[in-house]
Structure formats: C-alpha cells, structure tokens
C-alpha cells in the first residue's frame, strides 16, 4: 500500500494522526497528530504559597501537552 501526503496514520501513541510530509525514499514519514501528547514536566514555583521566601518556595509539577505535535517515523 503506497501512502501519501493527507492519508491517515496511526501516531506512535495509537491516535488517527495526517501523513503531511514523506521523504523522497519513502521511508520516513511525517504525521502529525491532532490529539494532546505530553511533551514535559517542569517544576514551577508554587505561587499559591508565595508568602514565604524564594529558598523556601515549594516547587511542583507541571505537565506541559502539546497538541499538533509532529512525529517522523521509519516505515
Ligand atoms: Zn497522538
């Protein structure tokens, strides 16, 4: 099966993701995926306690999702 620009494809997290680009050998694809993907966790003062000072400010977790994320994949 020969696959193309706009053809449907699955994301390596198993969503409907869009084939936009395909390398002239036609062995690595582009597809982007409409779908939240979970690119990083940062830590990030908590400013709901930001009474106490800097060196004591609690850190906590932020997840960082990205959507629209393009994947390059060897087929
Ligand atoms: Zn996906």
Sequence with gaps: MELKVGDTYECPE??????????EDGK??????????????????????AALPYRQNPRKERKIYVENMVFLIKI
């Design 28 to 49: 690595v694809i582009g597809v982007r995926c409409p779908r939240q993907h979970l690119s990083k966790v940062v830590k990030v003062a908590d400013h709901t306690k």
């Design 14 to 23: 198993g969503h409907k993701a869009k084939i936009v680009w395909i390398r």
